[in-house]
């Protein structure tokens, strides 16, 4: 079975830093591309961060130069690291795995931004 654990999660002031972590059981680790989504209340979920099989990475605007995402497939994780933290960087973040039609969701955890 399939699963997808993150942790990291919590409450930093503004300007502060957190590092996420998501540990997969997933046989054959290093062929999927990871990812992390964020969801606000009220909003749509957005992609975070991703890095392929490959090692590629791509940001949106929103987060470029302030997050930074990387993983290790010898330890079956992914990891995203955020800096510079906002406000509107509040929401559930979750872990996703995806190879071809196949894609798995983490539970979730909350980032709350706040003074």
């Known amino acids: 079975q399939v699963q997808l654990v993150e942790s990291g999660g919590g409450l930093v002031q503004p300007g502060g830093s957190l590092s996420l972590s998501c540990a997969a059981s997933?046989?054959?680790?290093?062929?999927?591309?990871m990812g992390w989504y964020r969801q606000a209340p009220g909003k749509q979920r957005e992609l975070v961060a991703r890095i392929n099989s490959g090692g590629s990475k791509n940001y949106p605007d929103s987060v470029k130069g302030r997050f930074t995402i990387s993983r290790d497939n010898a330890k079956n994780t992914v990891y995203l690291q955020m800096n510079s933290l906002k406000p509107e960087d509040t929401a559930v973040y979750y872990c996703?795995?995806?190879?071809?039609?196949?894609?798995?969701w983490g539970q979730g955890t909350q980032v709350t931004v706040s003074s």
């Open positions: 996703n795995a995806g190879v071809k039609y196949v894609n798995y």
């Open positions: 997933i046989r054959l680790f290093s062929i999927y591309d």
